[in-house]
């Protein structure tokens, strides 16, 4: 039997001396049989990735946190890690959008707002669009070929200035490229606000015209794709029992999303030759990617298909209906968190004078409490989007994690943790409440492991939830908010090492500092 001392003297100085590499495992990116320093597996992890030319919705704000969070999970367990933002920056909606510039298009509108006036014309252009797309579906679904419809009008108009961009005529091209330079800008600035970043913004445009050849070819060779009413295609029933035709190539010879996700991967593997490529995509994208990863299998390129992983998640949000439509959702979602953040703080005098009520302080906490509540569902889920709960402090809130860890942060200032303690110190942490917390940290690789296994960030979240509640029983049942014993304060220290490891790996940057 252990004495009631063993478990802190033998766990706090382990959780203090590791610190921030407390939870992590190496190993788990290190291939058979080599050293750390040799080489460590490599991630391309895919996320975001808007449409230039429509609106953010909330499904690429899940993917941008999701993403975020996949990234440093993976980083943490000692992957290299590629962060890709995939932009829809080509195909047919950029046509329509180019075919719109056309006819609505002012220069001195797009000098004062490019992006809400991208939007605007994309939008008008849609909205006359609109009668032609429904006349088309109606032919469609009545067996008809709708093919006359398409050849004429707008559809005419989109299609003849994708076709432009294809063939490289130099006006749509330099119009896409602006178009694609605004959208870069204008995101750049809007994911920073939540600390994150990419190390390439990629996109549909951007995927070699060589290399979806060389699919193509490579689809041909291997009797995958065939010729069907000018289109090139590939029948999935055939090759694979399901059902599903993908199109590789249309009647006007365009390349399509299918054949430029097909090309991307080879592209990739060749760029950053990974270990594991992950897409964090909404699941309103399932079909495609399971088709994308078959029709990879079949072409048998050195155990690609094994490498790809599709973490899909519910496009269900109640944010979209709760903010409407614009062209700045991403933008106005940020600041509304901030204001509500302001208020909330307003309201709350002891812990704004803890947390600071500065504008910075705000906007951090602001973003905190939106990657919580974005992070708390299991992916499945949809998520509810409630901005007076999530800027509030109650248990499970991210200014509420904010809130324990500046607790902490303040209580150590002033008696910083001891090492050399003896039994009879560590005697102070027999008590029912403390035992509990310090259980609790040892659980901490335990769930950071199921995380990386699950990649679901609710484990880390329900996990940080019971860390402040027991957090908040320690505190209430003692004076240790003032005067901790020695022990105490180590394990007030390592609970703040367990409470910022998890934090960072939300992507929530705690706001204050010992
Ligand atoms: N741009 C797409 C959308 O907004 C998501 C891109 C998904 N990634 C991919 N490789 N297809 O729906």
């Excluded at 788990?28 to 996320?47: C, I, M, T, Y």
């Excluded at 006006?171 to 994911?191: E, G």
């Excluded at 029912?432 to 335990?446: A, T």
Aim: charged letters at 25%; one cysteine or more.
């Amino acid at each position: 039997m252990f004495k009631p001392q063993t478990l802190p003297r033998l766990f706090l100085p382990y959780i203090n001396d590791r610190k921030d590499s407390y939870g992590r495992d190496v190993s788990l990116a290190l291939h058979d049989g080599s050293s750390p320093d040799l080489s460590r597996k490599r991630l391309v992890v895919e996320f975001s990735s808007p449409n230039i030319a429509s609106e953010f919705q909330a499904k690429h704000l899940r993917s941008t946190i999701l993403g975020a969070f996949i990234g440093n999970l993976y980083e943490t367990m000692g992957w290299d890690v590629t962060r890709i933002n995939y932009l829809g920056d080509w195909g047919k909606p950029i046509g329509l959008l180019g075919a719109g510039w056309e006819r609505f298009g002012s220069e001195e509108q797009f000098q004062t707002d490019p992006v809400g006036h991208l939007f605007d014309v994309y939008h008008k252009m849609n909205d006359l669009f609109m009668p032609e797309q429904v006349a088309s579906k109606k032919a469609r679904d009545e067996g008809r070929d709708p093919a006359e419809i398409e050849a004429q009008g707008l559809f005419a108009e989109r299609n003849a200035f994708f076709k432009r961009m294809e063939d490289g005529d130099e006006n749509a091209v330099a119009l896409w490229k602006r178009v694609r330079d605004v959208s870069i800008a204008n995101y750049t600035q809007l994911y920073a606000r939540l600390n994150v970043s990419f190390d390439e913004y990629s996109g549909e445009s951007q995927v070699s015209r060589e290399i979806m050849t060389e699919v193509e070819e490579i689809l041909k060779s291997k009797g995958l794709c065939e010729e069907s009413g000018r289109s090139w295609i590939i029948d999935l029933r055939k090759h694979t029992g399901r059902a599903g035709v993908g199109i590789i190539r249309d009647r006007t010879g365009g390349s399509t999303y299918l054949l430029r996700d097909l090309a991307a991967v080879l592209d990739r593997a060749r760029k950053y030759s990974f270990d594991k490529m992950i897409y964090v995509v909404a699941s309103d994208h399932s079909t495609h990617f399971s088709r994308l990863f078959k029709i990879l299998e079949l072409m048998d390129i050195s155990d690609l298909a094994s490498k790809l992983q599709h973490v899909s998640f519910s496009e269900v949000s109640q944010m979209s209906d709760k903010l409407g439509h614009g062209h700045n959702m991403l933008g106005e979602i940020l600041d509304q968190c901030q204001s509500a953040m302001q208020d909330s703080l307003k309201a709350t005098p002891e812990k704004a004078a803890l947390l600071g009520d500065t504008e910075g302080a705000e906007a951090s906490i602001g973003i905190a409490a939106l990657l919580a509540q974005e992070l708390s569902a299991r992916r499945v889920n949809d998520h509810a989007f409630d901005i007076g709960h999530m800027t509030s402090f109650e248990p499970g809130t991210g200014p509420d994690l904010q809130y324990w860890y500046a607790r902490l942060c303040d209580i150590l200032r002033t008696n910083p943790g001891h090492t050399d303690l003896s039994d009879e110190d560590f005697a102070s942490l027999e008590k029912e409440d403390k035992v509990n917390l310090l259980r609790l940290l040892i659980q901490y690789p335990d769930i950071t492991h199921s995380a990386y296994k699950s990649l679901e960030p609710a484990t880390i979240m329900a996990y940080l939830v019971n860390v402040t509640g027991q957090l908040r029983h320690c505190l209430e049942n003692s004076q240790d908010g003032t005067s901790p014993a020695p022990a105490e304060a180590m394990l007030y220290e390592a609970t703040r090492i367990v409470l910022g490891s998890g934090m960072k790996l939300l992507g929530v940057k705690p706001v204050a500092k010992i």
